[in-house]
């Protein structure tokens, strides 16, 4: 298993109904991916 830098962890983003969630409670359970999408419009 990979290092997961604390920091990373400790930061929140916004889920599609804009609530807070860290990244932390992502992986618990098993592992992650974070994809990040921009749009262009």
């Excluded at 997961?4 to 992502?26: F, G, H, Q, T, Y």
Aim: charged content about 25%; aromatic content about 8%; glycine content about 2%.
């Amino acid at each position: 298993m990979p290092k997961i830098n604390p920091a990373l962890a400790a930061l929140s983003l916004r889920d599609a109904e804009d609530r807070p969630v860290l990244l932390e409670s992502l992986w618990k359970e098993s592992p992650a991916v974070l994809v990040f999408i921009r749009h262009y419009g």
